[in-house]
């Protein structure tokens, strides 16, 4: 599956954004989707995950309580609503996709088989 991630931008300490992952070229409700994060100098970070049909949603401890995962899949989209943004939020996000077949460790970048070019996240006032 192709994927297409945009929404980032530049916003101040305690905005908000809305990323959005938009797929194509196979089944999106085939696969489950996941949120990963890259800061300067830093390694890749999970961020979320949601299962194939939206009935389970996974975060970092990072996160929790201020990003939302969520998907529609009569539009082939995913999308990752932050709230509360903080300075450290500050990373290129990427979406991705994995086989419905496995199970658990929605963290693992590695059980995720396509990924988005990413897009830019600065938290800068």
């Known amino acids: 599956v192709q994927l297409q991630a945009s929404g980032g931008g530049l916003v101040q300490p305690g905005g908000s954004l809305r990323l959005s992952c938009a797929a194509s070229g196979r089944t999106f409700s085939s696969y489950d989707m996941g949120w990963f994060r890259q800061a300067p100098g830093k390694g890749r970070e999970w961020v979320a995950a949601i299962n194939w049909n939206g009935g389970n949603t996974y975060y970092a401890d990072a996160v929790k309580g201020r990003f939302t995962i969520s998907r529609d899949n009569s539009k082939n989209t995913a999308y990752l609503q932050m709230n509360s943004l903080k300075p450290e939020d500050t990373a290129l996000y990427y979406c991705?996709?994995?086989?419905?077949?496995?199970?658990?460790?929605?963290?693992?970048?590695?059980?995720?088989?396509?990924w988005g070019q990413g897009t830019q996240v600065t938290v800068s006032s």
């Open positions: 991705a996709a994995r086989p419905t077949r496995y199970i658990g460790r929605y963290y693992s970048a590695d059980l995720y088989g396509d």
